[in-house]
């Protein structure tokens, strides 16, 4: 054989080696990265579930979904129930006021143990509160309202105490503060009010604005007349 022949058969040998090693140190690193990539998905998967269960000593976290409306109260059916409308004709004879009901209200209402024929008008408005509903007075007319559509509705403004307005009736009251400042007051008077009532203060006019039954704005009014008080000198 002549010699450059051979030369290129072993040159041909020795690229067909190298072709074969390096295919070879390919595939080694394919499987290798498979499995480092395997190994690493399921470390991941261990620390998910890790995260997922409560670690002892620490609290767990729970964050609330978004609350929907309050549902309308539920009336049991076995409770004794009387029919509505003969129930506001007797009240309108007697107190000359006139109604316009939610037609959510239904047909029937639970009484409790009082006598229909002994319902005035206050004790019609107490009866509708336990019912989960609320009134106000609006262009002469007393609207009955689910409670917790109450808040926008145009109840009228009292600004001063009347003992004409029943105590279960729902009215806006505007209350200014002189030596405390209004927004201070709103977290200590907001858990004395319903969740259908509404509290805010102004802080520029230091003005506190409150609507909800009007027993609980006279409350409310004495409770901020008794704090709004110049404060004590201290001793030095």
Same mark, same amino acid.
């Given at each position: 054989?002549?010699?450059?022949?051979?030369?290129?058969?072993?040159?041909?040998?020795?690229?067909?080696?190298?072709?074969?090693?390096?295919?070879?140190?390919?595939?080694?690193?394919?499987?290798?990265?498979?499995?480092?990539?395997?190994?690493?998905?399921?470390?991941?998967?261990?620390?998910?579930?890790?995260? #997922?269960?409560?670690?002892?000593?620490?609290?767990?976290? +729970?964050? /609330?979904?978004?609350?929907?409306? %309050?549902? !309308?109260?539920? @009336?049991?059916?076995?409770?004794?129930?009387?029919?509505?409308?003969?129930?506001?004709?007797?009240?309108?004879?007697?107190?000359?006021?006139?109604?316009?009901?939610?037609? #959510?209200?239904?047909?029937?209402?639970?009484?409790?143990? +009082?006598? /229909?024929?002994?319902?005035?008008? %206050?004790? !019609?408005?107490? @009866?509708?509160?336990?019912?989960?509903?609320?009134?106000?007075?609006?262009?002469?007319?007393?609207?009955?309202?689910?409670?917790?559509?109450?808040?926008?509705?145009?109840? #009228?403004?009292?600004?001063?105490?009347?003992?004409?307005?029943?105590?279960?009736?729902?009215?806006?009251?505007?209350?200014?503060?002189?030596?405390?400042?209004?927004?201070?007051?709103?977290?200590?008077?907001?858990?004395?009010?319903?969740?259908?009532?509404?509290?805010?203060?102004?802080?520029?006019?230091?003005?506190?604005?409150?609507?909800?039954?009007?027993?609980?704005?006279?409350?409310?009014?004495?409770?901020?007349?008794?704090?709004?008080?110049?404060?004590?000198?201290?001793?030095?």
């Amino acid at each position: 054989m002549q010699p450059h022949r051979l030369l290129s058969a072993v040159a041909a040998l020795v690229l067909m080696c190298a072709i074969g090693n390096d295919a070879a140190a390919q595939t080694r690193q394919g499987q290798q990265g498979q499995q480092d990539q395997s190994a690493e998905i399921e470390r991941l998967r261990r620390e998910l579930e890790q995260a #997922r269960q409560p670690q002892p000593g620490q609290p767990l976290l +729970v964050v /609330p979904s978004a609350q929907p409306p %309050p549902p !309308l109260p539920r @009336i049991d059916p076995e409770l004794p129930m009387v029919d509505l409308l003969p129930l506001l004709q007797r009240v309108e004879r007697a107190s000359g006021k006139h109604f316009l009901v939610d037609r #959510r209200l239904g047909s029937k209402i639970y009484l409790g143990t +009082v006598d /229909p024929n002994d319902v005035t008008y %206050p004790g !019609l408005l107490a @009866i509708l509160r336990i019912n989960g509903f609320a009134a106000f007075e609006s262009e002469g007319y007393v609207n009955i309202v689910p409670d917790a559509n109450i808040r926008f509705s145009e109840t #009228r403004i009292a600004q001063t105490d009347d003992a004409s307005i029943p105590a279960d009736e729902f009215v806006t009251r505007i209350l200014t503060t002189t030596n405390i400042g209004a927004p201070q007051l709103v977290p200590i008077l907001r858990p004395l009010m319903p969740q259908s009532a509404h509290l805010a203060a102004h802080g520029d006019t230091n003005q506190l604005i409150l609507m909800d039954r009007y027993a609980n704005i006279q409350r409310i009014t004495a409770i901020v007349r008794a704090l709004d008080v110049p404060p004590r000198d201290r001793a030095p």
